[in-house]
């Protein structure tokens, strides 16, 4: 299948944008269309000595990024919203073009970062501002909460949201007074390269924000050395390798893992917006979304009709590679990631499920294409009921009682995301704060949730240590310095005074600030 190239990704573009990544080895990385598998550009390999000489560049330019008000950052980023509007349609060409996703889901990817900005550029404000609290002894002394930066943030980047995830996580630490050090996935470093471009011409300071490219055990430990701060999303596995590595350096880290994320279908849920959200949940982005739904729950009553309407959505949708909005679905990220989810389908097959659609590659629309598809049947012995598949692949499950879809939907090691659906509010949510899971949507996917910016978002169990959004996405970027100041040397015996009655009046005064409220 032909599919053309917008015009807007020029090889004058490309080189200028990959000019950018640190690299003195010379080595190349080759970065592919996805939909054709044609070569876009060359990507340079940084070695862990650019990474070091990219912190180093970050570093020096934080002293100067840090001691800026913060209301002439904050501009930075107000500049920096509006260029992304205007160059919306650019990004999202670049998006499709490294990713294979379709144009609607890359266009939506990049609405994250406005939104992520819109809300910070808000709330820092008041986030980051000194905080005067009482000292011990009321009057005479005081503590000052102050926020410090915590140096140069190492970020680590996804595949399936390169964008949003590289940006998004990096405008918080860029507004608290740290510099960055990103590292892309180098299927989709193209998008993330643009936007430090963009940032720049905002007037973020040059060298502030670094890129580098690289294969995660090349580069990722020096990343994890020369870091203050790291933010990781991605896979369980690795999160874990990470979060070891920077709990030996004393260092914290945010992690965003892995899930196989339930939704349940109440009896009394509203069948229409149920398939519809059910089909956005299981196929959006090519199931390769971490918030996505891999398992469903379906009460008795409804299973039926549920999974015919269901199975009938998804062989509706329309699957093609296309810098248009035409196409319902676009590819998998690459053709090794579509055999992973191929031996998922096969493997549950092998041990007894049902393939109700779908199941298939799609050599003749791309590369790595592949089918929606719905399983039954599915058990916690195979690859598809018991690991994450990061798909367009999910199984049904049909359940009598409430209870029986709660142990269902709980009996897991992930915890990122839960949906429930039903007409009644109260006892959807109800249902929904028993799931074990960081994020949990009623009548809603996970956007809800995910775009509550005010609102903190992680993971529980196997998918995550700490958040994104909320305070705590801002806060996590920096240290607290606790300023005490103490008026009059009032603590300890005065001159001529015995320590018994010292004693003694420090208990006295004790019980007089409890009864008072003053401590």
Not at 337 to 358: I, N, P, Q, S
Request: glycine share 10%.
């Amino acid at each position: 299948m032909t599919v053309q190239r917008p015009a807007t990704i020029t090889d004058e573009l490309l080189m200028r944008i990959v000019a950018r990544v640190p690299s003195t080895s010379g080595g190349t990385w080759k970065l592919t269309e996805v939909y054709t598998g044609d070569v876009l550009v060359e990507l340079p390999q940084s070695t862990p000595a650019d990474v070091e000489a990219a912190f180093a560049a970050s570093r020096a330019a934080q002293q100067e990024w840090s001691q800026w008000p913060l209301a002439k950052r904050l501009k930075v980023f107000k500049r920096f919203h509006r260029l992304l509007l205007e160059n919306h349609s650019l990004i999202t060409d670049l998006i499709q073009a490294e990713s294979g996703k379709s144009r609607r889901m890359a266009a939506e990817e990049i609405a994250d970062v406005p939104m992520v900005i819109s809300h910070y550029v808000k709330r820092a404000p008041k986030v980051l501002a000194s905080k005067r609290h009482a000292g011990p002894i009321p009057v005479v002394s005081s503590s000052t909460e102050i926020r410090q930066p915590k140096g140069v943030v190492g970020i680590i980047a996804p595949w399936n949201f390169p964008f949003a995830t590289g940006h998004s996580d990096a405008v918080p630490a860029l507004i608290a007074g740290n510099g960055v050090v990103v590292k892309p996935d180098n299927k989709t470093a193209l998008s993330p390269l643009l936007g430090v471009e963009l940032l720049e011409q905002a007037g973020l300071p040059k060298g502030l924000f670094q890129v580098v490219c690289g294969e995660g055990p090349e580069v990722g430990p020096t990343l994890i050395d020369n870091a203050n701060y790291v933010m990781f999303t991605g896979s369980t596995a690795t999160g874990r390798v990470v979060g070891e590595r920077a709990g030996r350096n004393l260092i914290g880290a945010c992690l965003e893992l892995g899930g196989k994320n339930p939704m349940i279908v109440l009896d009394d849920a509203n069948l229409e917006e149920t398939v519809a959200g059910a089909v956005f949940g299981a196929f959006a982005n090519t199931g390769q979304i971490c918030m996505h739904i891999e398992r469903i729950y379906i009460h008795d009553s409804l299973y039926d009709e549920f999974r015919d309407r269901f199975v009938a959505a998804a062989k509706g949708l329309r699957i093609e590679g296309a810098y248009s909005y035409d196409p319902d679905i676009g590819s998998l990220v690459s053709a090794d990631h579509r055999d992973r989810v191929a031996a998922h389908v096969e493997d549950a097959v092998a041990k007894g499920a049902t393939v109700l659609c779908g199941g298939r590659a799609r050599p003749d629309i791309g590369p790595a294409f592949f089918e929606p598809t719905i399983l039954e049947g599915v058990t916690k012995e195979m690859l598809a009921g018991s690991v994450e598949t990061f798909g367009p692949v999910v199984a049904l499950h049909r359940y009598y009682t409430i209870e029986q879809a709660l142990d269902l939907a709980n009996d897991t090691d992930y915890g990122l995301n839960a949906s429930v659906w039903g007409t009644d509010l109260d006892r959807a949510t109800t249902v929904g704060a028993q799931i074990q899971s960081g994020n949990v949507n009623v009548n809603d996917i996970l956007a809800c949730a995910y775009a509550s910016k005010g609102t903190p978002s992680g993971g529980v169990k196997q998918s995550g240590v700490g958040a994104r959004h909320g305070d705590q996405g801002l806060l996590k970027y920096t240290d607290v310095q606790n300023l005490a100041v103490l008026k009059k040397q009032v603590m300890g015996p005065q001159p001529g005074q015995s320590y018994d009655d010292y004693i003694k009046q420090m208990l006295l005064s004790l019980k007089i600030m409890r009864r008072t409220g003053l401590r």
